[in-house]
């Protein structure tokens, strides 16, 4: 990708910056950012404005953007779908999530997500045509080197599945990614990674998983599946866990596996809402059952934080709502387990996106993987300045 094309992705998913910001954000020098916006404002494709930054002077640097084109994020669960429309910027034009029943075929699954976007997009005054990328994420590995969704996801029947299933029956061309990559995204475009180069974003819901940012860019290994932390082992003794091996960190820290431990507890079946009202509470054995979670969720993310050196972890997923309690487990178990020199540099915080993040991450990482330049229009006739889209914008 090009320097230029690099300073339009900075502008297209953070929105307005200043040239300092552009410069942190796409590791470019200061010189190159000026050399860049100029010649970018010479062919009316950006605007620039003076703005006050850390107390000093500074120069605002906006896109010009078309009122219409739109990036979509997906997230298919266990059981929802949740849809993003956003524009430029970060402005979300909808946010939406459905319940959906357990076992939902994959087909199925994805007919409700493309009634739910076409409505949206109606509801918006859009069409398919205004639609520029669209990524879904969903709950497993996927292997890049086939492009298909591996064994370890939580829903089985999308094992095997690829891109092409999926734009097949949503009727347009779209990219599977992981769900914890895309939540990890979603944290540095809204949430508490927004200054921070380096740190993992682990998701524990029905299954955990980790999305890992090194050096500003998304790490997913050689096979693309970086980040498996679910599937750590942190009781050799264990149950068998649905990966094959015993012990596995799903196994004893999951939302299924803390809702059991609880509904055993208390001898009668607990809502996932009841379960945060009573961590709010401090019910006794609400506590206790999240803290022994929440010291195996340490220990695995130390393990890993000890070998990425990460200053930042991010708990996210619906785990994550049940506040302090979990949060204050974790960070025993990371100071426990964690060298010092980790223990004392990094932070461990709550995600501020819940159960938002990996619908917000996808159309972030859409943001990210579509052509810049779709967006973009030039600000005297308003036509998209594009090498794949030269329609006239409908603003």
Known sequence: ???????????????????????????????????????LLDRGLVTTSGT????????????????????????????????????????????????????TPAEESLQRVR????????????????????????????DRNTGRVADGTILPEWVG??????????????????????????????????????????????????GV???????????????????????PSGNHCRCGNR????????????????????GRDVTREELSELASSRHRATVRVIQDAGLALGQSIAMAANMLGT????????????????????RDGFARFAISPIAEATRVELSPLGEAASARGAATIAFEQGDALAYLVDSVDRRLRSGVDNKSSAS
Request: aromatic residues 4%; charged residues 20%; negative net charge.
């Open 1 to 39: 990708m090009s320097n230029e094309r690099v300073v339009l992705h900075a502008l297209l998913t953070h929105g307005p910056s200043t040239q300092s910001e552009l410069a942190r954000r796409t590791q470019l020098s200061n010189g190159s950012v000026s050399s860049i916006v100029r010649s």
């Open 52 to 103: 006050i930054s850390s107390g000093r002077k500074a120069t605002l640097v906006t896109p010009q953007v078309s009122t219409k084109r739109v990036a979509v994020g997906i997230d298919l669960g266990r059981s929802h779908i949740g849809l993003v429309i956003a524009k430029p910027g970060l402005e979300i034009l909808v946010e939406e999530r459905k319940r959906i029943a357990h076992g």
């Open 115 to 142: 009634d739910l976007l076409t409505n949206s997009l109606t509801a918006t005054g859009r069409t398919d045509d205004d639609i520029v990328a669209v990524i879904v994420s969903v709950p497993g590995p996927i």
């Open 161 to 210: 599945r690829n891109a092409d299933d999926v734009s097949r029956v949503l009727g347009l061309e779209a990219e599977i990614w992981n769900d914890a990559d895309a939540g990890a995204f979603a944290e540095r475009a809204w949430g508490a990674a927004a200054n921070d180069e380096d740190f993992l974003y682990v998701k524990i819901g029905t299954g955990i998983g980790a």
């Open 213 to 235: 940012f090194l050096r500003g860019s998304n790490y997913t290994g050689a096979f693309g599946i970086a980040g498996e932390i679910g599937h750590s082992t942190v009781d």
């Open 247 to 266: 012990g596995c960190l799903e196994t004893v820290a999951s939302m299924p596996v803390v809702m059991q431990h609880l509904s055993d507890a208390l």
């Open 311 to 330: 200053g930042l972890v991010v708990l996210g997923g619906p785990l994550s709502e049940t506040g302090d309690v979990l949060l204050d487990a974790v």
